[in-house]
């Protein structure tokens, strides 16, 4: 009847003893998780970083920087009218028609110049005759 006590106490020491190794086996197991977890957020962050260096002219928001709409002789200031159209966008469809600014040059075929920038990319130019939209894009 004596030996009954020590084999419970020995059965009750391998319970804990494998209950101890399993939770030492998750603990590194989850360790090993985290580490790469980590690397990966590290790549991540990384590869963004190198893409946003490689396209900067891509990057940001449509800043006009010049709008002119008519003739060579006669022609008026539309970029107040483009620039709100634009408003912190990084693509927008403009018509072209006396709505901008007027009509600078009545019964004459006109035309809208625009020069804007995307972000801190270089300046970029379109232009296009009344009644057409013209597109830009800072994609």
Request: charged fraction near 25%.
């Amino acid at each position: 009847m004596n030996l009954k006590f020590p084999l419970r106490k020995a059965g009750s020491l391998l319970a804990f003893a494998t209950l101890g190794m399993a939770a030492g086996s998750a603990f590194s197991q989850s360790m090993e998780y985290r580490r790469g977890y980590e690397q990966g957020y590290r790549d991540g962050v990384e590869a963004a970083g190198a893409q946003a260096q490689s396209a900067p002219m891509m990057m940001g928001r449509i800043t006009i920087l010049e709008a002119r709409y008519g003739v060579r002789e006669a022609a008026c200031d539309a970029r107040e009218s483009v620039q709100q159209m634009a408003s912190q966008r990084r693509h927008i469809d403009v018509r072209v028609s006396n709505e901008l600014c007027g009509d600078p040059a009545p019964n004459r075929p006109k035309r809208l110049f625009i020069t804007y920038r995307c972000g801190d990319g270089p300046e970029l130019r379109v232009n296009g005759p009344e009644n057409s939209t013209l597109a830009m894009n800072c994609r």
